[in-house]
């Protein structure tokens, strides 16, 4: 079955320059809290600015590392981690209310994301975060998870992502960044997954084989100058085919 909408979301408030430019073209936008990235000033910048775009808000925690930016697995208790998730999605929360903006959802950040695939305590540890602060927030994640089995127990509402940019290996994990195909940088290959995702619910691993991948987002990774120029290709492209961009939430 062919899409007819598709959510775009970007990963914002990291300290990049170009944060506008790419809400003025993403549906979703999920914001740094302060574990990898962001502070109070970022947070509300970006609150105000997807606001002012109409753009979906989710919280963007992960492991608190900000000397690796987030993208290394860190050996730290369940409680430890709860604890964290907790600091940098409430403070992102308050940080919403003050100015008359409501957190739609979170999604893991980097290695945490990645561990919660097939880790059923770092999941667990997501989960009981979100069931903690209490209140109706859904979650982002890869399909077919640890994360997404947990939210369907929970029943609580799983926002299944795909990646623009990134090669999958045929579990459907992510191909990890140190492999030297781990990010496509193609714009025609980028619209070819993107493609494949929302006409097939399928894409090509990084061994050639399809792999079924049913998705209601994308992801363009903000931290390049060249993610604008890419929106702004996939956002021609999608229109050719008359796939409208809209949140899923």
């Known amino acids: 079955m062919i899409l007819k909408f598709i959510d775009l979301n970007a990963d914002l408030g990291e300290g ?16 740094a809290c302060g574990g ?13 600015l997807a606001k002012k775009y109409n753009v979906t808000i989710g919280a963007h925690p992960s492991y608190p ?20 998730l907790l600091d940098q999605i409430n403070q992102l929360l308050t940080i919403g209310e003050t100015n008359n903006a409501t957190i739609r959802y979170i999604k893991p950040h980097g290695a945490l994301y990645n561990r919660a695939m097939n ?3 770092t999941a667990a540890s ?19 998870s640890e994360l997404e089995k947990l939210c369907s127990k ?16 045929s579990d459907g994990s992510l191909v990890n960044r140190t ?18 995702l929302i006409e097939k ?23 390049t100058p060249k993610t604008l120029e890419l929106l702004e290709f996939v956002t021609h492209q999608l229109k050719e085919i008359d796939i409208s961009i809209k949140s899923y939430i």
């Open 16 to 31: 990049f320059s170009f944060d506008e430019s790419l809400l003025k073209i993403i549906s979703s936008c999920n914001i």
């Open 36 to 48: 990898h990235a962001g502070d109070e000033n970022s947070m509300a910048t970006t609150i105000l």
């Open 65 to 84: 590392d900000k000397k690796n930016f987030g993208r290394t697995m860190m050996k730290i208790s369940s409680t430890q981690l709860i604890d964290s």
């Open 119 to 121: 880790d059923k305590e």
């Open 126 to 144: 997501i989960i009981t975060s979100v069931k903690e602060i209490n209140i109706d927030l859904a979650v982002m994640g890869i399909p077919n």
């Open 154 to 169: 929970e029943n609580i509402q799983f926002i299944k992502e795909g990646f623009a940019d990134r090669r999958y290996n």
């Open 179 to 196: 492999h030297k195909k781990a990010v496509i940088h193609q714009k025609g290959k980028v619209w070819m997954q993107i493609k494949d």
């Open 201 to 223: 619910q399928k894409i090509l691993s990084i061994d050639n084989e399809l792999v079924p991948l049913s998705i209601n987002s994308i992801c363009f990774h903000g931290d």
